[in-house]
């Protein structure tokens, strides 16, 4: 038969243990809190020097000239970067919609790259061809109706609407949020690239600032997306309604600092 003393010594064993558990937790819990602080602290540091020191160009771009310098000064001097990343960042419910976000803002400058490229190629007449020699003998030709005349300014032309100009932008089988926040931005930064681009008249010039424009928004998609995933909280997980029931948990506990809690709660007794 168990005595009294004995049964009292057992239950205050029991007790000083489970306050030792406890301890040792919330000292295991301060730590993780302190542990997850200074992580906080460094990735805002670490964010802020990226945005002190955004790279505006691949270090690929080994070959320097006028047009990876109009190239650097669009990247560092408009808000294209900013409007991007913004909208990129906006997207956190799916994957996907930040997929369509990238491809429909790398498309659509694309696109006017190669539209204004045209400008250029279209500008006058080859050399040799039979528009040139039209040209030399100052020929007048009759070519039917007006609109069929380069020289007729058509003011009556029809401008398509938002949502003509919104299926036009669209890229088959996107996700439909991502393509209508890159559509909305990119109207906010076209104008500055072509800017930028309308500058460079010589091809060589056109042809490095269209090709590492591309490559540098790819890059900075990526960039974007390593920043969302650091920023992103942890999500809040709840317990099935039979948690209660399943069995306990195993404690994770340092034996040896809790032995070091009893015996010092033991000697200030």
Same mark, same amino acid.
């Given at each position: 038969m168990v005595k009294r003393h004995e049964l009292a010594e057992e239950i205050k064993l029991r007790r000083n243990i489970r306050r030792a558990i406890g301890v040792v937790m919330e000292r295991k819990e301060t730590k993780r809190k302190t542990t997850l602080r200074e992580e906080h602290q460094l990735r805002s540091v670490i964010r802020t020097l990226i945005s002190e020191a955004d790279p505006a160009v691949s270090t690929a771009a080994v070959h320097r000239n006028t047009g990876i310098n109009a190239l650097e000064d669009l990247f560092k001097n408009t808000n294209l970067l900013t409007v991007l990343r913004q909208g990129y960042k906006s997207l956190t419910s799916k994957k996907e919609q930040r997929e369509s976000y990238k491809n429909h803002i790398l498309s659509a400058a694309e696109m006017s790259l190669e539209v204004e490229n045209s400008r250029f190629i279209g500008g006058g007449a080859a050399p040799g061809s039979a528009a040139a020699a039209l040209q030399e003998q100052d020929v007048?030709?009759?070519?039917? #109706? !007006?609109?069929?005349?380069?020289?007729?300014?058509d003011v009556e032309k029809k401008e398509p609407t938002d949502e003509e100009e919104l299926e036009g932008f669209s890229l088959k089988g996107q996700d439909r949020t991502g393509r209508n926040r890159a559509y909305t931005d990119y109207?906010?930064?076209?104008?500055?690239?072509?800017?930028?681009?309308?500058?460079?008249d010589d091809p060589q010039d056109r042809g490095m600032f269209g090709d590492y424009l591309l490559t540098n928004l790819k890059l900075y998609f990526d960039r974007f997306e390593e920043e969302l995933q650091a920023d992103l909280p942890e999500p809040d997980i709840?317990?099935?309604?039979?948690?209660?029931? #399943? !069995?306990p948990e195993q404690v994770d506990v340092d034996v040896e600092e809790m032995l070091e809690?009893?015996?010092l709660n033991e000697l200030s007794a």
């Open positions: 007048s030709i009759d070519i039917g #109706a !007006p609109e069929n005349n380069p020289a007729f300014i109207k906010n930064v076209e104008k500055n690239i072509i800017t930028a681009y309308d500058d460079l709840d317990l099935p309604p039979d948690a209660a029931t #399943a !069995p809690w009893l015996v």
